[in-house]
């Protein structure tokens, strides 16, 4: 099992751009989220998906969409990159919808810097 | 505002030295708690959690936590560190009960000297 992979590992974009930010579980895993990680802040939910067909808004939803394509696979649309968004993205998945008990996997991460 | 704080961002200690990362959240009612590690250039993963019973809970790599509803805190604790206990650690919480949503804190970010 690969587990959580995420693409690509870095990207550098201008101000203005957009790009897509792919997410992939194979552990038939319900919940996916999308993480940002700066410096000093520790990680901050962007979006979340409890189950397949439904997202919800997160910490930090401003300037990102997300779709849940299908069961295994979770995007990150970035429309047009701003400096501020400059980050490491981290996709996880969690096996349930609901209960908060479940232990998140995590992916690698995405490396993103917007000039 | 409702949140999960971390002290000491950065930690620097010897090996052999005891390790304790405090944790303290400020939501009200059940909340479900978790510490998550990330190792130099590996992904994050999980340490421990507590949903209920014992408040003192043992994961991984010899560390442990206690959970002190009265102080809303959940801290972690190692006896002896390694070397290779180098690393950035993340106290979670989940407060939403009835969802999966995690908040985190800003982590804590500990240099083992050999």
């Known amino acids: 099992n690969a587990g959580v992979t995420q693409t690509p590992k870095f990207q550098v974009l201008k101000t203005g751009q957009s790009m897509t930010l792919q997410c992939a579980q194979d552990?038939?895993?319900?919940?996916m989220y999308w993480y940002r990680q700066d410096p000093g802040m520790g990680l901050r939910l962007i979006y979340y998906?409890?189950?397949?067909?439904?997202?919800d808004k997160g910490e930090v939803p401003n300037g990102y969409n997300v779709s849940r394509l299908n069961k295994r696979e979770f995007s990150l649309r970035l429309e047009s990159a701003a400096p501020s968004q400059t980050s490491v993205y981290f996709c996880?998945?969690?096996?349930?919808?609901?209960?908060?008990?479940?232990?998140?996997?995590f992916g690698p991460g995405t490396r993103l810097t917007v000039l | 505002a409702q949140s999960v704080s971390q002290h000491n961002h950065h930690v620097i200690l010897s090996e052999a030295a005891s390790l304790e990362l405090g944790c303290n959240y400020s939501y009200g009612g059940t909340v479900n708690l978790f510490w998550y590690v990330q190792y130099p250039g590996q992904h994050l993963q999980l340490l421990l959690k507590?949903?209920?019973?014992?408040?003192l809970v043992k994961g991984i790599k010899g560390f442990e936590a206690e959970f002190i509803k009265s102080k809303f805190s959940f801290n972690l604790r190692k006896p002896s560190v390694q070397w290779s206990d180098t690393a950035e650690y993340f106290c979670?919480?989940?407060?939403?009960?009835?969802?999966?949503?995690?908040?985190f804190g800003k982590g804590n970010q500990v240099v083992v000297i050999p």
């Open positions: 552990m038939n895993h319900n919940s």
């Open positions: 507590y949903f209920s019973g014992d408040p």
């Open positions: 979670a919480v989940n407060p939403y009960y009835g969802n999966n949503r995690l908040a």
């Open positions: 996880a998945s969690s096996v349930g919808t609901s209960g908060g008990f479940d232990e998140q996997f």
């Open positions: 998906s409890a189950s397949e067909g439904t997202t």
